[in-house]
Structure formats: structure tokens, C-alpha cells
């Protein structure tokens, strides 16, 4: 599978503190090191990622100081637009971030938005034809030819 795919903020700090459980979010990005799949990342996200390891202790925030940088290298970092946000402020869903995160990877052509936050895909699976949801591990599944549940 060759496509373009927005990585939603939970799968970043899978990567970015080294979970056990993220082996799925893991692989993800070694696919976008390696050129396989092309990786869209927002700058709010980038953001977002360090506010929530600050507030998990220090051990998390340097995990994060040291790996953030090199994302920059291998991803597509798009920053939101108002076009972003006017779109968010009137879908309601009632959550204006994932809202606003969807609007962006629309509007970048993403083909895929990987996530492991079953709200965000509940509320915008479908909306849009063209992007499919998938978690870590069902995205892993198809990016490897592995039947998945999906």
C-alpha cells in the first residue's frame, strides 16, 4: 500500500514514549522513514504531544525532546488554517480538536487517518469517501498484506 496517511496525536506519543504496547505506531513510522507510505503530522500535534508528556513527568518530556526533531525529517508537518478551524466550528461533533485534525487531513488528501481515539473515528468515519480509519494495528495489517478485521 503507497498512499498518504495523517497520523493522529495518540499514535505520536505511542512513538515518542516508546510504549509497549505501540509496536503498530512503531512500524507506522519506520514506513514513513523508509519512503513506503508518505506521513502527514500537524504542528498542533507536535505541540499537543509535548503538553501532554510535560504533564506525565520529565522521563516523558526528554523522550519527547529527543525523538520530536527527527519527525521533521521523514513527515509532512501542515499547520492548521482558518479553513481548518471554520470547519470545525461548525461540524459540532463536540470535539473541536479531532474536528479540526480531520479538516486538515482532508484537505491534505490523506488517503488513511491512523488513530487509537475510537471517538474521533466513531464521528467522522464516512464523511469523507475518500479517507479510511484504521488503528496502528489494523494499518500495520494492511500495509503488510495481513487480513485484518477491517
Not at 28 to 46: D, H, L, M, P
Not at 69 to 81: H, K, R, S, V
Not at 100 to 113: L, S, T, W
Amino acid at each position: 500500500m503507497k498512499g498518504k496517511v495523517f497520523i493522529d496525536t495518540n499514535v505520536l506519543i505511542d512513538v515518542l514514549i516508546e510504549r509497549p504496547s505501540s509496536k503498530a505506531s512503531r512500524d507506522i513510522f519506520y514506513a514513513v522513514r523508509c519512503g513506503k507510505i508518505e506521513g502527514v503530522i500537524t504542528t498542533q500535534s507536535i505541540i499537543d504531544a509535548s503538553y501532554i508528556l510535560r504533564k506525565k513527568g520529565q522521563q516523558y518530556l526528554d523522550a519527547y525532546y529527543e525523538k520530536a526533531c527527527q519527525f521533521f525529517n521523514y513527515f509532512n508537518e501542515e499547520q492548521l488554517t482558518s479553513f481548518d478551524m471554520l470547519y470545525a466550528s461548525r461540524h459540532m461533533s463536540g470535539d473541536f480538536e479531532d474536528d479540526v485534525q480531520f479538516a486538515r487531513a482532508v484537505d491534505c488528501c490523506c488517503d488513511a487517518i491512523i488513530t487509537n481515539d475510537k471517538m474521533f473515528r466513531k464521528k467522522h468515519e464516512g464523511e469523507d469517501r475518500h479517507i479510511k480509519f484504521f488503528t496502528p494495528e489494523e494499518f500495520v495489517a494492511k500495509l503488510t498484506g495481513q487480513t485484518s478485521g477491517q
